[in-house]
């Protein structure tokens, strides 16, 4: 990530990077459900254990995934704090937009009753 950054500008960009692909979505999707073991999150991906681990290390440098570890089991469990902040930012932006957008529409409309 780009040093210049804020913390919530750095979450943003890790979780808008981490969910850009559909693997990990769908990690994410699965993990709705409540914490698993990575090879069950794994059984449905025509891929390697290897390369889901992969993916799943991608959401957890994002934070969106938190890894427990009993024994030789790797379980995960989804973290909504990161998601949370996202979503709070698109709010923002829709907010703004909106509000720009229906001044810009007030304009219009003032000038064509001029």
Excluded: C
């Amino acid at each position: 990530m780009v040093e210049y950054l804020n913390k919530d500008e750095q979450i943003l960009d890790g979780v808008l990077s981490a969910l850009a692909d559909p693997t990990r979505r769908a990690i994410m999707s699965a993990l709705g459900g409540g914490e698993k073991r990575i090879s069950d999150i794994a059984a449905p991906f025509d891929m390697s254990l290897n390369a889901v681990s992969k993916h799943v290390k991608t959401l957890e440098r994002a934070g969106l995934v938190r890894r427990r570890r009993e024994g030789r089991e790797h379980f995960l469990r989804a973290n909504p704090a990161p998601i949370e902040k996202t979503a709070d930012w698109f709010d923002a932006q829709r907010r703004f937009w909106n509000a720009r957008l229906d001044r810009l529409e007030s304009l219009m409309m003032e000038e064509d009753h001029e």
